[in-house]
Every structure is written in structure tokens, then in C-alpha cells.
């Protein structure tokens, strides 16, 4: 898994009009937590953050006054609308230790051409070494037929990791394509019947 050096800033501002000025300075507000450590909030560059996070569970050794912690991001806040990174948690891991994390998974193979794919579930939970996470799992599909299911249990673990999801949670689902033709009936006038209200007659109508 991918692991990036960082420097951090120490944030002695705080509220919304401290955060607004970070923002505006290229600085995204962080606070570091976990292992008993006190809180530390922080700012940290926005371009190396962004770069740094197009890597799932990617491990960031945050550099704050010299010291420098062994972080996992927990939790990304984004605008909803632009997508910029607002706020982010990182917590405190340790070369060695075992994390609970939620792992892309990769479907891959030929599956029945009749049917149409859903992913249902984007993502496993999996417990595994801190430094150890994997970037992405691989589901193979070969040979699913259209109306089967993949689930979690089907996702190919390396070794050291463990299954943390529920193994019936469906991951993948080949759903049938619709076969049946809606047909639309054809209602003919009968000859010789009246007119709808307000209609006029046929005769009438071509004399108009």
C-alpha cells in the first residue's frame, strides 16, 4: 500500500472564520487522534492531500514541529458541490497493529453476455495489518450466469487479511434481461357507432 510524507501545520485558530482563511491559503483543517495521544489540529496542504488520498487507505506519516505520526484517514469531508476537500480525521496507527477498513473491490473476468451487471457493494470491510492494507480486492467473474449473485465470501483475500463483512453480503448481481413485449391493444371503431360527446359526425365533418 502507498505511503506519503506530509508536512503539517499546528492550527492555533479555530471556528469557521479560522477555517474559511486556512481554505483560502491552500490548507486543509485535520485533527489527529487515537492511542491515547491528545487531539491535534492541524492544517495540511491541499494539492499533496488531494494527490495523496487518489490512494485508497493510503498511510500518512504526517510531519507536525519534527514529530512525525503513522496516520490513516478515517474521515474526508468534501463540498458537495465542488468536490474540494473541507476537513479530514486522521487517526494514529502503529507499524504492526491490525485495523478494521473498508477495501475497493476490483470485478473482474467475463461474465454472461445476456446479463446485465450491478455492483451492489463497491467495498468490503477487512481487518489487516496497518502497513499491510491492500489498495484494492479482485472478485472474479467468470462464469457467473445471468440471475447469480457474487457475495463477499467470493473476494479473493491476500494472505494476512480477514474477512470482516458479512460473507452472504452480496458484492456483485447479473441480472436477466427482459424478454416479454409489452404488446398494446388496438381498440378499432365499430362500424356505424356513435360518435364520442362533442364529436362530430364522420359525414358532417368531411362537409366542414
Known sequence: MAEITIAATK?????????????????????????GEAPQHVALPLR???IALKSANVLLD?????????????????NPLTGILRHIDLVIVRR??????????????????????????????????????PQF???????????????????VLPAGVTLISDPQMPVVHLSERSTVVEEVPVVAAAEGAAPADGAAPAAEAAKS
Do not use: C, Q, W
Open 11 to 35: 492550527r492555533t485558530e479555530f471556528g469557521k472564520g479560522a477555517s474559511r482563511r486556512d481554505r483560502r491559503s491552500g490548507l486543509v483543517p485535520a485533527v489527529i487522534y487515537g492511542h
Open 48 to 50: 499533496e492531500l488531494g
Open 62 to 78: 504526517v510531519v507536525v514541529d519534527g514529530k512525525t505520526e503513522l496516520t490513516l484517514p478515517k474521515s474526508v469531508t468534501r
Open 96 to 133: 504492526g497493529e491490525r485495523v478494521t477498513v473498508e477495501v475497493p473491490v476490483h470485478a473482474t473476468g467475463k461474465h454472461d453476455v445476456d446479463g446485465i451487471l450491478e455492483h451492489i457493494n463497491n467495498t468490503i470491510e477487512v481487518e489487516a495489518e496497518a502497513t499491510s492494507i
Open 137 to 155: 480486492l479482485e472478485l472474479n467473474m467468470d462464469g457467473l450466469m445471468a440471475g447469480n449473485s457474487l457475495y463477499a465470501s467470493n473476494v
